[in-house]
C-alpha cells in the first residue's frame, strides 16, 4: 500500500512537471512580444536598430555634448536590448537635436543673489518604430540639475552634463523600448 502511494505521488509530480512545461513552451511561443530582465519590450521581428547623430541646435553650444548623447544612446541600446547596431536605418531610429542648453538663478538668498542653478538640457526626439510604427513618437525631453550658485558652472558642468545625458538617455529609452 505504502509503494502504491509513492508511485501515485511520482506520477503526479510527473504529470505537473510535464503540465508546467507544456505551458511554458505555449506562453513563449504564442507571445508577439519579447520581454526581458532589462523592462525592455521589443518586438521579435525587430532585428536592428539605428542612431542618427544629434545635432547641437542650442543657442549655447558646447563642444562634445552632440557626441557623447549619441553615443550614451547607443551603448544604453547595445547593452540593454538584443538588436544589432547599424549606420543606415534600422528596425527602430532614433533622430534629433539638442534644443536648449543653459543655467539660470532658481532661488534667491538673503542678499539678493542667486542661491541654486538650475542647469537644463532639452533634446526634441524623433523615434520610429518600423515594425510597430504604433510606437513611433516625436517627443521633447528635458532634464536639469540644480548646483550652488557659489560654484562656477565651468567646474561643474561637466559632471552635471554627464549627469543629465544620463537621465535623458533613460528617459528615451523607457518611452522607445518599456512599453507598460
Request: charged residues 20%; proline residues 3%.
Amino acid at each position: 500500500m505504502e509503494l502504491n502511494r509513492k508511485n501515485t505521488a511520482r506520477l503526479t509530480t510527473c504529470r505537473l512537471s510535464v503540465f508546467v512545461i507544456i505551458i511554458v513552451v505555449a506562453l513563449s511561443y504564442g507571445c508577439k512580444v519579447k520581454y526581458s530582465f532589462s523592462g525592455a519590450s521589443i518586438s521579435p521581428l525587430a532585428k536592428t536598430f539605428s542612431i542618427q547623430y544629434f545635432q547641437n541646435r542650442a543657442p549655447i553650444v558646447q563642444p562634445g555634448l552632440s557626441q557623447n548623447l549619441t553615443d550614451a544612446l547607443i551603448d544604453k541600446c547595445k547593452a540593454q536590448t538584443s538588436l544589432k547596431y547599424i549606420n543606415s536605418i534600422g528596425d527602430v531610429n532614433f533622430e534629433g537635436e539638442i534644443t536648449d542648453y543653459n543655467t539660470k538663478p532658481l532661488t534667491v538668498g538673503a542678499d539678493a543673489q542667486a542661491a541654486t542653478n538650475r542647469f537644463t538640457i532639452s533634446l526634441k526626439v524623433k523615434f520610429t518604430n518600423a515594425i510597430d510604427p504604433n510606437l513611433s513618437f516625436e517627443q521633447t525631453f528635458s532634464r536639469y540639475e540644480d548646483y550652488n550658485s557659489n560654484l562656477d558652472l565651468s567646474a561643474v558642468e561637466q559632471d552635471l552634463s554627464n549627469n543629465i545625458v544620463d537621465m535623458l538617455v533613460e528617459d528615451i529609452f523607457n518611452q522607445a523600448f518599456v512599453n507598460w
